[in-house]
Structures are given as structure tokens and as C-alpha cells.
């Protein structure tokens, strides 16, 4: 099922290979950032490029069978790799991103707040502390802080094993990097950000109108389902309650691409409910000829083909029946087939 979802034009499957990391060392440690891509396995194995990269990290998550190398190859093979095009420093570029944010005292404060009472339990927004950078002739920061680290990790690490992770320095930064990565990766793909909540706290400090902008798509959503199809339930509801699979999901996705196309191009500024409306009530040129005219030549059209084919009989009653299925073509589709046809048919399964 997952790979018929990628064979369709709901999704886009792009790859990033480049992991970003928080460099320290040095007494006292500085902190700085980059990008490394991995190569090869512990046991000495090649990853030669994205593919058996992706291929790797879902057979290691499956379990290695013949089946899931052959599943996690076909997943590989419909993934385009990232490249950064455009960009000469490539996937530098987020760290630079990076260490301009760090610049803005204020911005850092409110982030490394957001990770600790995310992370921490029992840490709240009222509890003061001093976590300031101070960037160095070579470009990296130094840190000063008075956060007691010994007794975050002894709370935190009641809700996360000792060898699986510790709360440092180096840690909350990296958290912050990678809202940053979010962001930009966002931006590159004109796309709205749907990430983990704390990657999305930290956005709203510095980048908020991304999540804004989402923020509003889905109220609007909301608005639509609630004044346009309020007997109906949501797709959401419709999978959820086990009257629709996720197969049924995948096959119903080609019917919902003209809809999906007026979502795209419907004006933000108007809203979705008003653009439904005024897309719907709009005439189309057909609808500006006088009414009787057009529906003469429509079926009298049809049924002179039909009576050169099976006689003037049969041309009159074909005629008959292809005027209204004629009619609605020339007048061309309009979103609400799509809401009382395919929509319906699938959240209101018979």
C-alpha cells in the first residue's frame, strides 16, 4: 500500500543524506556546527549513496529478510536525493543559518527554555536561568550558564534510560539546529512544516510565519468541513473508525486531484469556504448562451451520431439520455462533484 501511495502524485519523496551535528572540545568547550554524511557500517559495509543508505536504516528497522530488503529497496529507488541546488555552500548553509539565530540573545533564551520544559519533567516556563553564547575570533561559541545539569538528567532520566541519552549543552543546541533544519528545508520545498511540537515551539520564536500559515490552512479546513459538509465525517474519522482502509485511502487519492488543485490555487487572502462558493456558483461559458439553444445542438448532436450508427430510433433516445451528461461536460467540473460524489462515497461507505 505505502509504495502505491508513492506511485501517485500525492507524494513527492525527497531525501536528505546530511546529518547535523553539534561539535564540542577544547577547554574551556566550544561549541560550533556542521554536516557529515556516513559512508559505511560497523561492520565495514559501503553505503555508496542514498539509496542503500535508505535501504540500510528500514531493513535495521524491519529486521532483515528477504522481504523487507526487497521492500526497503523499492522504497530507496523512488527517492530523490537532495542536492541543494542554487546554493554554492550546499549543506553548510544550515549551520551558517544556525549560528546567524545564535546571535539573537533573546531568541536563544526563549529556545533553550522551550527544550528544557519539553524534555525535563517538572521544569516549568517561571523558572529563571542564564544560558548566554559568546562567539569567538574563529567563529565557534563559548557558553555560560548556570543550569544545573546533574539534576536535570536525574529527572530526565526518569522518563529516558541513562544509555539511550543525557541532557548537555551540546544537546539543546542540536535541538535548536534542527528546528532551523525544518525551517529551511520548508522553505526550500514551498511547503508547510508538519514536525514534532518542540521543533515547532522553536519556530514560532524566530520563523513564525511558517507555522501561521498553517495554523490558518487548518482552521480553515475546519471552517470548510464545519459550513460545507457538516453531516459528513472526515477522512480523518472515516479511517480511524475502520470504515475505510488505507488501501481504500490510497485508491480514492487520483479522484481527489482536481480538488486538490483547487485547494492549491484558491486565494488564501479570500478563504476556502468563500473560494468553494464562488467557484461553485460561477457560470461557465455554456451557461451564458441561451439555455434552449444549446441544449437543441447538444442533443441534436449526439443523436445524429447515434442515428447513423443504430438508426433514427435509437439516435432519438440516445440523444435524449446524453443531453444532461453532455451538458454538465461542457460546463466543465466544479469542486462540489468532487464533495457529492467521490468525497461522499468514501467517508459515507454504503
Do not use: C
Request: glycine fraction near 6%.
Amino acid at each position: 500500500m505505502l509504495l502505491d501511495l508513492f506511485d501517485s502524485a500525492a507524494i513527492q519523496l525527497s531525501y536528505v543524506r546530511q546529518n547535523f551535528a553539534v561539535i564540542s572540545g577544547g577547554v574551556p568547550t566550544a561549541y560550533d556546527f556542521g554536516a557529515f554524511t556516513v559512508q559505511g557500517n560497523v561492520d565495514g559495509s559501503k553505503l555508496r549513496n542514498h539509496q542503500d543508505e535508505i535501504a540500510e536504516a528500514l531493513t535495521r528497522e524491519l529486521g532483515r529478510s528477504r522481504e523487507t530488503e526487497k521492500f526497503a529497496q523499492k522504497i530507496a529507488d523512488k527517492a530523490a536525493l537532495h542536492r541543494y541546488r542554487g546554493l554554492p555552500e550546499k549543506e553548510k548553509v544550515v549551520p551558517d543559518l544556525m549560528r546567524a539565530d545564535l546571535e539573537d540573545q533573546n531568541f536563544v533564551h526563549h529556545a533553550v527554555k522551550l527544550v528544557l520544559m519539553h524534555m525535563v519533567p517538572g521544569f516549568t516556563e517561571d523558572i529563571g536561568f542564564t544560558f548566554r553564547l559568546f562567539r569567538s575570533e574563529k567563529g565557534d561559541f563559548f557558553i555560560d550558564t548556570d543550569l544545573d545539569f546533574e539534576r536535570l538528567n536525574e529527572a530526565f532520566h526518569t522518563v529516558v534510560p541513562v544509555a539511550e541519552d543525557s541532557l548537555t549543552p551540546a544537546r539543546i543546541l542540536a535541538e535548536i539546529q534542527d528546528a532551523r533544519a525544518d525551517t529551511f528545508f520548508a522553505a526550500h520545498y514551498m511547503a508547510e512544516p508538519v514536525t514534532g511540537s518542540l521543533s515547532s515551539d522553536i519556530m514560532r520564536l524566530k520563523h513564525f510565519e511558517f507555522l501561521r500559515s498553517r495554523s490558518a490552512n487548518t482552521d480553515d479546513i475546519e471552517l470548510f468541513h464545519e459550513l460545507v459538509v457538516p453531516d459528513f465525517p472526515t477522512i480523518r474519522e472515516a479511517l480511524n473508525s475502520g470504515e475505510r482502509s488505507f488501501w481504500d485511502f490510497v485508491q480514492f487519492l487520483p479522484q481527489a486531484n482536481r480538488f486538490k488543485k483547487f485547494l492549491t490555487e484558491a486565494n488564501p487572502d479570500v478563504g476556502l469556504v468563500k473560494s468553494y462558493q464562488d467557484e461553485v456558483t460561477r457560470k461557465s461559458w455554456v451557461e451564458t448562451l441561451p439555455g434552449k439553444s444549446i441544449r437543441f445542438v447538444v442533443a441534436a448532436g449526439t443523436g445524429f451520431a447515434a442515428s447513423s450508427l443504430i438508426g433514427p430510433i435509437g439516435g432519438l433516445a440516445v440523444g435524449a439520455t446524453n443531453t444532461f451528461l453532455l451538458d454538465r461536460l461542457l460546463k466543465g467540473w466544479k469542486p462540489n462533484r468532487f464533495i457529492q460524489g467521490p468525497y461522499k462515497r468514501f467517508v459515507l461507505p454504503e
